[in-house]
């Protein structure tokens, strides 16, 4: 130990700087640890390159299911990539943090070797003052959820070691907080959708349904109500399987959803049937759009342990006011596909008498 180590004034500057830094970083962990994702992209953005001594900052968050990182929110003056893919043929730093769930600490970005960093990888190197920065995956259960990018030292140099410890205790906090965001999300999406098709479930198909009614009598405007039925799944089923059946159901699902607007709704509501609820639609429009589902679904069969499964549906449709019920709405939707199922099946019908409507 040195004399500088042993001065009381030393030590006691040291212990006020601890004290300053954990005043600082307490709250910022309580404010991690929530469930909105704007207030942890702020902190990430403002806060955190403020403790640590970065100019820049950008924070990415993984879709696991394309394999694509997200840009959410960054401070940079310039240009920086908006999405980076985990399949790029170059592999670039941030893939290659994500992909080894290792932090990166670059003190010199143009001799840097551990991983070595081509030019080609460092398209915006130019952008910046310094050669250092630090590329944080953001882990959650061993699972990457997203990257922390921070870049340019206000000091012009390397990480120090309580830098580095502060980065990876955020790393750890933001990490889990986003975890956290992404589990609650899927247990939302569970709760409101059906886990074969992905569409919107029965109970949330009559809450939309409610909130659509409610609305067209406060503001006018007319509900269509599409409901659909797999025509012969129970044949499908005893002559392939429940799984090629399920299969069927998904393919039908995926189809009907490629025929209406992003404002519409389509739900699974029972074993072979499904609903659509079309908002301000007219009637003639409404047809076309059923029909186009009659025709997608025929012109399309399910290939099942390489056979070819035809498929078709009933289609039944009606058009209604503010006035109604969701219990008239689907009662007059389904008297119509009762009307189609008895006409041959593959085809469309409209609920005729609306005088009671």
Same mark, same amino acid.
């Given at each position: 130990?040195?004399? #500088?180590?042993?001065?009381?004034?030393?030590?006691?500057?040291?212990?006020?700087?601890?004290?300053?830094?954990?005043?600082?970083?307490?709250?910022?962990?309580?404010?991690?640890?929530?469930?909105? $994702?704007?207030?942890?992209?702020?902190?990430? $953005?403002?806060?955190?390159?403020?403790?640590?001594?970065?100019?820049?900052?950008?924070?990415?968050?993984?879709?696991?299911?394309?394999?694509?990182?997200?840009?959410?929110?960054?401070?940079?003056?310039?240009?920086?990539?908006?999405?980076? %893919?985990?399949?790029? =043929?170059?592999? #670039?730093?941030?893939?290659?943090?994500?992909?080894?769930?290792?932090?990166?600490?670059?003190?010199?970005?143009?001799? +840097?070797?551990?991983?070595?960093?081509?030019?080609?990888?460092?398209?915006?190197?130019?952008?910046?003052?310094?050669?250092?920065? !630090?590329?944080?995956?953001?882990?959650? +259960?061993?699972?990457?959820?997203?990257?922390?990018?921070?870049?340019?030292?206000?000091? @012009?140099?390397?990480?120090? %070691?309580?830098?580095?410890?502060?980065?990876?205790?955020?790393?750890?906090?933001? @990490?889990?907080?986003?975890?956290?965001?992404?589990?609650?999300?899927?247990?939302?999406?569970?709760?409101?959708?059906?886990?074969? =098709? @992905?569409?919107?479930? +029965?109970?949330?198909?009559?809450?939309?349904?409610?909130?659509?009614?409610?609305?067209?009598?406060?503001?006018?405007?007319?509900?269509?109500?599409?409901?659909?039925?797999?025509?012969?799944?129970?044949?499908?089923?005893? &002559?392939?399987? +429940?799984?090629?059946?399920?299969?069927?159901?998904?393919? $039908? @699902?995926?189809?009907?959803?490629?025929?209406?607007?992003?404002?519409?709704? !389509?739900?699974?509501?029972?074993?072979?049937?499904?609903?659509?609820?079309?908002?301000?639609?007219?009637?003639?429009?409404?047809?076309?759009?059923?029909?186009?589902?009659?025709? &997608?679904?025929?012109?399309?069969?399910?290939?099942?342990?390489?056979?070819? $499964?035809?498929?078709?549906? %009933?289609?039944?449709?009606?058009?209604?006011?503010?006035? #109604?019920?969701?219990?008239?709405?689907? %009662?007059?939707?389904?008297?119509?596909?009762?009307?189609?199922?008895?006409?041959?099946?593959?085809?469309?019908?409209?609920?005729?008498?609306?005088?009671?409507?």
């Amino acid at each position: 130990m040195n004399q #500088s180590d042993k001065n009381p004034d030393n030590f006691n500057e040291k212990a006020d700087d601890d004290i300053s830094l954990l005043e600082k970083v307490t709250p910022l962990a309580r404010q991690i640890n929530c469930l909105d $994702i704007d207030q942890i992209a702020d902190i990430c $953005i403002k806060s955190i390159p403020e403790i640590v001594g970065v100019r820049f900052a950008s924070l990415y968050i993984l879709d696991e299911e394309s394999n694509i990182l997200h840009l959410h929110k960054h401070n940079h003056p310039f240009l920086i990539n908006k999405i980076v %893919s985990l399949n790029q =043929t170059t592999v #670039s730093p941030m893939v290659m943090a994500v992909k080894s769930r290792q932090l990166i600490f670059v003190g010199d970005i143009d001799t +840097h070797r551990k991983p070595v960093i081509r030019r080609s990888q460092r398209v915006f190197a130019q952008n910046y003052r310094t050669k250092n920065c !630090a590329i944080v995956p953001l882990v959650c +259960h061993d699972r990457v959820v997203g990257v922390l990018n921070l870049a340019d030292m206000i000091n @012009g140099q390397c990480f120090n %070691s309580g830098q580095i410890a502060l980065i990876e205790l955020f790393s750890q906090l933001v @990490g889990a907080s986003i975890g956290n965001i992404k589990l609650f999300e899927k247990v939302q999406r569970q709760a409101t959708t059906d886990g074969l =098709t @992905g569409l919107v479930n +029965h109970k949330t198909f009559y809450e939309i349904l409610e909130k659509e009614l409610w609305r067209s009598r406060r503001y006018g405007g007319k509900i269509i109500l599409i409901m659909v039925d797999i025509d012969n799944l129970k044949k499908i089923n005893d &002559m392939h399987g +429940h799984r090629a059946g399920d299969k069927v159901i998904r393919e $039908i @699902g995926r189809r009907i959803k490629e025929c209406i607007r992003q404002i519409d709704t !389509a739900a699974r509501y029972g074993g072979d049937e499904f609903a659509v609820i079309l908002t301000n639609t007219s009637l003639i429009g409404a047809q076309v759009v059923a029909q186009r589902m009659v025709e &997608m679904v025929a012109n399309s069969p399910a290939t099942w342990k390489k056979e070819e $499964i035809p498929l078709s549906i %009933s289609v039944g449709l009606a058009e209604y006011n503010g006035g #109604s019920t969701p219990e008239d709405i689907t %009662s007059r939707s389904d008297q119509a596909l009762y009307v189609a199922k008895k006409a041959g099946k593959n085809t469309v019908k409209i609920f005729e008498s609306q005088d009671n409507l």
